[in-house]
């Protein structure tokens, strides 16, 4: 159990942040791809946070929902969690990123990341992992993807 699906079965209210396709993808990089559980992600954030009705919120980005929770849903892979909308606000004039956009675009996005050494980027989520060997047994930490599912820069 990653630390954000460990946290969201805690806790009852959450935010939930909407990225433009022109925001800056070091905050996808700060806020996905490193976990909790190892750094506090609002401390050097690339982007203002901002505590609204008791929940951080990455401001500098489209916009954001504030939500509780009103239903858990277990799945074999993963679980859903419905929130019912008590708070939000749109922040800027501009285009949501949607995941498919994400996929098509990773590699412009996270190009900085793969200028150095060699690295291996995460087919599933875009995820790069920074060094010349990648253990077999490699899990992405960010979406579970074996080995198998990361290709060479
Ligand atoms: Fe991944």
């Known amino acids: 159990m990653n630390f954000t699906d460990e946290i969201l079965h805690k806790e009852k ?3 939930l942040s909407i990225f433009s396709k022109h925001d800056n993808p070091e905050i996808i990089k700060h806020f996905g791809f490193q976990s909790s559980r190892d750094v506090n992600k609002y401390l050097n ?4 946070v901002e505590v609204i009705k008791g929940v ?4 500098g980005m489209l916009g954001y929902l504030i939500l509780e929770k009103v239903n858990t849903i277990e799945n074999d892979t993963h679980t859903v969690f419905i ?3 008590i708070d939000g606000d749109i922040l800027k004039d501009d ?3 949607t995941y498919a956009y994400y996929q098509e675009h990773k590699d412009e996005l996270m190009k900085d990341d793969v200028s150095n050494n060699t690295s291996y980027v995460c087919s599933v989520c875009g995820y790069i ?3 010349d060997v990648i253990p ?3 899990i992405c930490p960010v979406c579970g993807a074996s080995k198998d599912k990361f290709f060479k820069k």
């Open 136 to 138: 077999d047994d490699y």
């Open 95 to 97: 285009e949501p990123m």
């Open 56 to 59: 951080p919120v990455v401001k």
């Open 13 to 15: 209210r959450y935010a």
């Open 83 to 85: 929130g019912k909308v």
């Open 129 to 131: 992992y920074q060094e």
């Open 45 to 48: 954030s690339p982007s203002e």
